[in-house]
């Protein structure tokens, strides 16, 4: 009998929910080790469900990481919501993060909402305990506890990683029994096409200032290995803005910008694909595709 078909191996799927910009995605990274979903300090950079493989001793966790839920004003912030709160209706546990040193109330109080609507276990986490003095922390805790039945609350530092494994503990002991549902080795089943377009559209979040990640959508043109170069892969991308201005800035003086989000993008696909890569990209105005539902739905946003 193969070792996770063992008695008792516990394995489902969980859902991590929260405002925008609470560190989800950071978690996610840490729990499997390795960067599958993009982050930055800009809030609403995940904008698609990301789902992420977890192993421990006796459990398998499937992780759906989705994009922070708010007060969506845009139609692509209102599909980008849509997708993370039909998230929580498909899976076992509802892991709620919340941000412990910059409460979001507005925010919240939707999630809180949206979960009395189900009736999954929710566990909550306060992340970004390593912001805060300790002495609040309890208070806090109780605040919490009171006002929703959490199965539990665990203060967590996704980026020091503290208290991380505590965390896991508890969301694996609500978990059901089963079998694994993937083997050990698979860790994420989005495709590499899709992952280089997020780091290159991670990039530009890290690299531009506060409207323009929001204009940006990023298409994978061509994506595959050269035929004259073994352990080359030749991949073209194209960074769709708004409007002409915007372009002008991601291009920025003599290119500069556009080459730094192109060197930085290069350097991490070649890590995650382990080989070579010549990586071109093309900046093109498509006139408030954020608005459009056809270009919303031809970029991915469902
Ligand atoms: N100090 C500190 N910073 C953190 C922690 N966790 C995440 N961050 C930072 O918070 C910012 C947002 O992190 P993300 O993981 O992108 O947040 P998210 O919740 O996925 O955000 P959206 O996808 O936009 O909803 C990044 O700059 C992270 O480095 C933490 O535990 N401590
Ligand atoms: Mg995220």
Same mark, same amino acid.
């Given at each position: 009998?193969?070792?996770?078909?063992? @008695?008792?191996?516990?394995?489902?799927?969980?859902?991590?929910?929260?405002?925008?910009? /609470?560190?989800?995605? +950071?978690?996610?990274? @840490?729990?499997?080790?390795?960067?599958?979903?993009? +982050?930055?300090?800009?809030?609403?950079?995940?904008?698609?469900?990301?789902?992420?493989?977890?192993?421990?001793?006796?459990?398998?966790?499937?992780?759906?990481?989705?994009?922070?839920? =708010?007060?969506?004003?845009?139609?692509?912030?209102? @599909?980008?919501?849509? %997708?993370?709160?039909?998230?929580?209706?498909?899976?076992?546990?509802?892991?709620?993060? /919340?941000?412990?040193?910059?409460?979001?109330?507005?925010?919240?109080?939707?999630?809180?909402?949206?979960?009395?609507?189900?009736?999954?276990?929710?566990?909550?986490?306060?992340?970004? #305990?390593?912001?805060?003095?300790?002495?609040?922390?309890?208070?806090? #805790?109780?605040?919490?506890?009171?006002?929703?039945?959490?199965?539990?609350?665990?203060?967590?530092?996704? =980026? %020091?990683?503290?208290?991380?494994? +505590?965390?896991?503990?508890?969301?694996?002991?609500?978990?059901?029994?089963?079998?694994?549902?993937?083997?050990?080795? =698979?860790? +994420?089943?989005?495709?590499?096409?899709?992952?280089?377009?997020?780091?290159?559209?991670?990039?530009?979040?890290?690299?531009?200032?506060?409207? #323009?990640?929001?204009?940006?959508? /990023?298409?994978?043109?061509?994506?595959?290995?050269?035929?004259?170069?073994?352990?080359?892969?030749?991949?073209?991308?194209?960074?769709?803005?708004? @409007?002409?201005?915007?372009?002008?800035?991601? #291009?920025?003086?003599?290119?500069?910008?556009?080459?730094?989000?192109?060197?930085?993008?290069?350097?991490?696909?070649?890590?995650?694909?382990?080989?070579?890569?010549?990586?071109?990209?093309?900046?093109?105005?498509?006139?408030?595709?954020?608005?459009?539902?056809?270009?919303? %739905?031809?970029?991915?946003?469902?």
């Amino acid at each position: 009998m193969p070792e996770t078909a063992e @008695r008792n191996f516990k394995a489902g799927f969980i859902a991590i929910t929260g405002p925008p910009n /609470v560190g989800k995605s +950071t978690l996610l990274n @840490r729990m499997i080790g390795q960067k599958i979903s993009i +982050t930055s300090r800009k809030p609403q950079t995940t904008r698609n469900r990301i789902q992420g493989v977890v192993n421990r001793p006796g459990a398998q966790i499937v992780f759906i990481d989705t994009p922070g839920i =708010h007060r969506a004003q845009s139609p692509l912030n209102a @599909r980008i919501v849509d %997708t993370a709160l039909s998230a929580m209706g498909d899976v076992d546990i509802v892991l709620l993060m /919340v941000d412990a040193s910059s409460p979001d109330a507005e925010s919240e109080a939707l999630l809180k909402n949206a979960l009395q609507r189900q009736n999954r276990p929710v566990i909550l986490a306060l992340n970004k #305990i390593d912001l805060i003095p300790r002495q609040g922390l309890l208070e806090m #805790i109780d605040g919490w506890a009171s006002g929703y039945p959490f199965r539990a609350v665990v203060p967590i530092s996704a =980026h %020091t990683g503290e208290q991380v494994e +505590t965390l896991l503990d508890e969301l694996i002991k609500l978990l059901p029994e089963g079998s694994a549902f993937f083997p050990e080795e =698979h860790l +994420t089943d989005l495709p590499v096409r899709f992952l280089a377009g997020e780091i290159v559209r991670e990039k530009v979040f890290r690299q531009t200032g506060e409207e #323009i990640p929001y204009a940006v959508a /990023v298409s994978i043109d061509l994506f595959r290995e050269d035929a004259k170069k073994p352990g080359l892969t030749r991949i073209h991308a194209t960074i769709h803005v708004e @409007r002409d201005s915007q372009k002008g800035i991601i #291009i920025g003086k003599q290119g500069s910008k556009l080459k730094r989000i192109g060197e930085d993008a290069r350097k991490e696909i070649e890590a995650m694909l382990g080989s070579h890569v010549f990586l071109k990209l093309y900046v093109r105005v498509e006139k408030n595709w954020s608005r459009n539902a056809r270009s919303l %739905t031809k970029f991915g946003y469902e």
